[in-house]
């Protein structure tokens, strides 16, 4: 059989998609597999590696009874996935302890510390921010999120497992790792270890930065392009996946540049807002743009090194699935029988990264009566991502160059939830268009990567200008809500106004009981 077939791999936090993709971008066959997040303690996330490469094994398994001759009809492998992980390997490939996921914040301490200093801007020492925006367009999230803080927390308090690290590695770079042997990163997970010059002519990994952080050039993969392959898959690799031996692997990219390209918003300026456990607004610039006050930026992509800016918050649909596990989604009527509004919902069950960085900050329900039902803490759940949404697309839409004259594309699994798609178009007052199959966004923009190192196709913006929009829903802003979700958004910032400093007092207080 002649190769037609491009297995596409999405690691998200809670399960990993393979999508068997043709030269038209049809997702042929899919194959979902679970795995869980360990939460070991307060502000930790961790998950095994191992997991990931058996939900793919098992993934393919169940594609390869879907699709007859599998084997022979895939042209390539590629992984698309969740960032700002740390995956600490020996010399034979093997992690050496639990991934930290980017909802890990234990290093946040360490991330304050290393960046403060006086005068501070934003949290920031003076000095060393402006040191970071000129090199790297931004700077690592005093949250604890991003890579370079979990790094040093790992040699800080692991040394044992420092002593034995060959490679530090991301998500998606692991699994390459896996399949062909070769530790290789891409510009998007770079950048966001805040290590990378990322200044046009100057990209690559810095001494000063990888200095400032305590951290070795030789522990951090090279960067290579996202349509690159840095080999084959192995011999053994084969076996495992019952693919065949020297199949192409690919670079691919982070779940951002992913989702971003999957969506078909490939403009500059056009923007998407991806629904996931997270979400984020994101879209292409033609340069640089940069909220260092509301912790956004853009970072270079792993296509041509294209700018792509991420305004990233921390829980979305997760916020929605919390409640349903406390009171049963089967068991919430879908319209709630108060006639009063519902509470205010602040949905940061896992502190914030925009417009706030601040990994102290926690969810909540304000205004709670005896009158309220299951359905409205539902419906304050959904109403609060959709404020918080708003809060950041408020920012985002102010950056020079943003189209804000067309319909917003929504990707992720979030984005197959009517109530919560319609909350967004009426608290934004911008339409919102949801492709079908929205959950496959980024099984399909890695597959474009794919398709055009395989020279399926001329580009990775042509064939994202190319994909099937015949079937998208369209969700038109109702007006009559205008001045109802304006009142809610002023309360719900004034709720962050006034309740930020009880909870970074209670987080510190909690931590110090279990210091």
């Not at 393919?60 to 740390?86: D, K, P």
């Not at 065949?244 to 779940?255: C, I, M, N, Y």
Request: charged letters at 20%; proline letters at 5%; a neutral charge.
């Amino acid at each position: 059989m002649k190769p037609d077939l491009i297995i596409s791999v999405d690691v998200g936090t809670s399960s990993l998609k393979v999508g068997l993709v043709d030269r038209s971008f049809n997702v042929l066959h899919v194959a979902d597999q679970a795995y869980a997040v360990s939460y070991p303690g307060i502000g930790r996330a961790e998950q095994d590696p191992l997991d990931w490469w058996l939900a793919l094994r098992l993934a393919l398994v169940n594609l390869s009874n879907q699709c007859t001759g599998l084997r022979e009809r895939a042209a390539g492998l590629i992984f698309g996935s969740q960032m700002c992980g740390v995956v600490a390997v020996d010399a034979e490939g093997k992690p050496l302890r639990p991934c930290m996921i980017w909802l890990d914040k234990r290093a946040a301490a360490i991330a304050r510390g290393v960046m403060g200093g006086f005068p501070k801007v934003f949290g920031y020492g003076a000095l060393k921010l402006l040191s970071s925006i000129r090199l790297t367009n931004g700077a690592p999230s005093l949250n604890g999120m991003d890579p370079p803080a979990k790094m040093m927390w790992l040699q800080q308090n692991e040394p044992e497992i420092w002593s034995r690290t060959v490679k530090l590695l991301d998500v998606k770079d692991w699994l390459v790792l896996r399949a062909t042997g070769h530790a290789v990163t891409t510009a998007d997970i770079a950048n966001l270890t805040w290590m990378m010059d990322t200044r046009p002519g100057r990209e690559g990994w810095s001494q000063s930065l990888m200095s400032h952080f305590g951290l070795r050039r030789d522990l951090l993969p090279d960067i290579v392009e996202g349509t690159s392959s840095p080999g084959g898959l192995t011999a053994d690799a084969a076996t495992e996946l019952g693919l065949r031996e020297g199949l192409s692997v690919f670079a691919g990219a982070g779940d951002v540049c992913a989702a971003a390209i999957g969506s078909g918003a490939v403009e500059d300026g056009e923007l998407h807002v991806s629904l996931g456990t997270s979400s984020w607004i994101s879209g292409f610039y033609p340069g640089r743009r940069l909220s260092a006050s509301e912790g956004y930026a853009t970072i270079l992509s792993p296509i041509g090194n294209r700018p792509i800016l991420i305004a990233t918050q921390e829980s979305a649909c997760a916020c929605i699935d919390w409640l349903d596990q406390l009171i049963g989604a089967d068991t919430v009527p879908a319209a709630s029988s108060v006639a009063a509004n519902p509470p205010m919902f602040l949905p940061w069950l896992a502190g914030e990264r925009v417009p706030v960085d601040d990994n102290r900050l926690r969810g909540a329900f304000l205004g709670l009566s005896l009158q309220h039902d299951r359905a409205s803490l539902r419906r304050a759940v959904i109403e609060g991502v959709a404020l918080n949404t708003r809060w950041a697309y408020k920012s985002v839409s102010r950056q020079r160059g943003t189209k804000t004259a067309h319909l917003l594309r929504a990707v992720g699994g979030g984005a197959q939830n009517p109530a919560l798609c319609q909350a967004l178009a009426d608290c934004l007052g911008t339409s919102i268009a949801v492709a079908a199959a929205p959950r496959m966004a980024g099984v399909r923009g890695t597959a474009a990567i794919a398709a055009t190192a395989l020279g399926w196709q001329a580009t990775v913006w042509e064939a994202a200008r190319n994909f099937d929009r015949s079937s998208e829903t369209v969700y038109q802003p109702d007006q009559s809500k205008q001045s109802y979700f304006d009142q809610r958004f002023r309360l719900f910032h004034d709720a962050y106004r006034r309740n930020a400093g009880w909870f970074r007092m209670s987080f510190e207080r909690s931590g110090a009981l279990h210091d």
